[in-house]
């Protein structure tokens, strides 16, 4: 590694207490010397709505369009409610998918990953948010995956990842993350 890139971080959560936003915090705990991962807080965002869109974007959602615009790529930490993505997760994508073309996801390199306290770590959300990337022309890295299953497990009660495994892990993941990232900046 020798470039640095900056990665916008994010969890599909607007809970206080929730482990995908402690699993940004891991993330940038264990990223690599080259590269920076900022953390953006959801809250705040409206939900998607074209005539709020027709009179101009609110404020944080500008904000927002501005910071995916900043980075070099993505790192999305999604929960899983009712085997799919949450809507706070996939309404941040609906505002950042516009315009469509032209709008900041577009050739966007993506990581995503994601924590919950059943077994599948969010395998399902995981799923479903790959698809709307489809559409938004991003670019999601397949592989590796990182499902962190029993969360309540890995994470103590202040949102500290504990577990060494998890921790190891994730960090070959934001390694494979900036080789995928350099990969579109290269050709970009």
């Not at 085997?83 to 577009?106: E, M």
């Not at 924590?115 to 599948?120: E, K, L, R, V």
């Amino acid at each position: 590694m020798a470039e640095q890139i900056k990665i916008l971080g994010f969890a599909g959560s607007l809970r206080k207490g929730s482990y995908n936003k402690s699993l940004i915090r891991a993330a940038i705990e264990v990223s690599p010397n080259d590269m920076e991962i900022e953390f953006f807080d959801l809250g705040g965002i409206p939900l998607y709505n074209a005539d709020v869109e027709a009179d101009g974007d609110p404020g944080r959602v500008k904000e927002f369009k501005q910071a995916i615009e900043a980075a070099d790529g993505l790192l999305i930490a999604t929960p899983e409610y009712n085997h799919g993505v949450p809507a706070v997760t996939k309404n941040a994508i609906d505002w950042a998918s516009r315009p469509p073309k032209k709008a900041p996801l577009n050739e966007k390199p993506v990581g995503i990953l994601g924590a919950s306290p059943g077994m599948t770590g969010s395998a399902r959300g995981q799923s479903q948010l790959r698809q709307a990337f489809e559409f938004t022309n991003s670019y999601c890295m397949p592989q590796p995956e990182i499902l962190v299953y029993r969360a309540h497990e890995k994470f103590d009660e202040q949102g500290n990842l504990t577990d060494e495994r998890t921790r190891e892990y994730l960090g070959k993941y934001l390694e494979s993350l900036y080789d995928w990232i350099l990969k579109f900046k290269e050709t970009g």
